[in-house]
């Protein structure tokens, strides 16, 4: 069964804009090509592939070590973990790979160099890489172990580590292993089959980020179109967020403070934000067509940064977006149409709450019987969807009908209709 999030609204900002940042050294001597946050501060690689940072969002930037001796226009890496920056460049002569200890004043080079570390994603602990097959390392790049690859052959993207999960992709496949390789599980669902019709062809994923407790996907699907999916259960199953309100690849994503924020590679789509993954707001404003195009969007706690489209690097408040937020926020629980209504067997219900409560989800009939319990818990805030198969709270198949659905949160209640046919 196709499972879709359904449009809702598409909203229009007018007030916020994008600023063009200040680059970190003259455009002869490079321009930023890569930007990394880490709480308020700044890190940034230029085409130069020298290293610089910020604590003034981006007013002034000093260089971070000594200069590299590495190649112009070559560089593939900029990855922060804890206390250490590392810094990959690509051609030229080896090394390719350095790691600088942050107030060490000078860069080092990591014992593994016969190739350049093109990927890297990490969790508490870990940082994992690509070298010759998947290697994790618990001490900053010193020491690395190969883990188990996974059941594909080909080139293999990493996209997110959690404390669960890590995920890769080859192509349109997706996996997970929980276990550092010792099991691996196809994942890919739904993930290559809905997209366009002939000609276009899923071509991969563009980008994977969490959200909440929730992954949001990116997928290619060829002549520069895309799909975002959402899963509630880690990937186990997805589902179509269809609701965005153009139809170009996702190339880059960010999610700060319950807030996704999205941009496509394109110069026609701009870029956009969900509180709610169903209303999108377009806030392009002040960015030129060119510039619509997007390679990157990070998030201090005080602006989000987008890189793209061409040689400038812009930045936004977030506090000028703060009053959409609010708008959204002001609403502390909400209770979505069931879909697909009407139903035969299984529909979702979806709901959001906007703080941790305990949450009620039940099932009537139009007696005001209850027919089953959906959920008792206590839930995080953000947005939730849960499963109704159309049976009691015996397993037993209900009949036919109009049915309500309720959700009870701390003070909030809300009830909806719908129709089960057979």
């Known amino acids: 069964m196709t499972r879709h999030l359904i449009p809702i609204l598409f909203i229009s900002v007018l007030k916020s804009q994008w600023q063009e940042i200040n680059q970190p050294t003259t455009w002869e001597n490079g321009t930023i090509d890569i930007i990394k946050v880490q709480g308020n501060q700044l890190y940034t690689v230029t085409n130069q592939a020298q290293v610089y940072t910020s604590n003034d969002q981006a007013y002034s930037w000093e260089m971070l070590a000594d200069t590299l001796e590495t190649s112009p226009y070559g560089v593939d890496l900029l990855f922060l973990k804890n206390n250490a920056v590392f810094i990959t460049q690509n051609i030229g002569e080896e090394p390719y790979n350095y790691v600088c200890l942050i107030d060490s004043g000078f860069w080092q080079e990591l014992p593994y160099q016969s190739s350049a570390l093109v990927s890297m994603v990490d969790n508490d602990s870990l940082i994992f890489t690509l070298l010759n097959g998947i290697s994790i390392s618990s001490d900053n790049g010193e020491n690395w172990s190969q883990i188990p690859d996974p059941p594909i052959s080909g080139y293999i993207q990493l996209h997110l580590a959690t404390n669960e999960y890590l995920y890769i992709s080859h192509g349109c496949e997706v996996f997970r292993t929980g276990d550092l390789g010792i099991t691996w599980e196809d994942i890919t669902g739904i993930l290559d089959e809905e997209g366009f019709e002939s000609p276009y062809n899923c071509g991969g994923v563009m980008s994977m980020v969490s959200h909440g407790d929730q992954l949001i996907i990116s997928m290619y699907w060829g002549g520069g179109m895309g799909k975002l999916f959402v899963s509630n259960d880690n990937g186990t199953t997805w589902l179509i967020i269809d609701s965005l309100p153009q139809e170009h690849s996702i190339s880059a994503m960010a999610s700060k403070n319950n807030v996704l924020f999205i941009g496509t590679g394109s110069t026609q789509s701009g870029v956009f934000y969900t509180t709610d993954l169903i209303d999108w707001i377009d806030f392009s404003n002040g960015l030129g067509s060119y510039d619509f195009s997007v390679s990157q969007l990070v998030a201090t706690d005080e602006f989000l940064y987008k890189t793209g489209g061409t040689f400038e690097t812009y930045q936004i408040s977030l506090s000028e977006l703060s009053t959409q937020f609010k708008k959204e926020q002001s609403i502390q629980f909400r209770l979505f149409q069931n879909h697909p209504n ?45 499963q109704w198969n159309a049976t009691n709270n015996q397993g037993e198949p209900v009949s036919a009908g109009v049915y309500l659905y309720s959700i009870e949160a701390g003070e909030f209640r809300q009830t909806k209709k719908m129709i089960l046919l057979k």
Do not use: C, H, W
Request: no cysteine; proline share 4%.
């Open 342 to 386: 009407p139903f035969n067997p299984f529909t979702f219900l979806r709901y959001e709450i906007l703080e941790d409560s305990f949450v009620d989800v039940t099932i009537y009939d139009m007696l005001g019987k209850v027919v089953t319990n959906l959920v008792k818990a206590n839930q995080s805030s953000g947005y939730k969807s849960v």
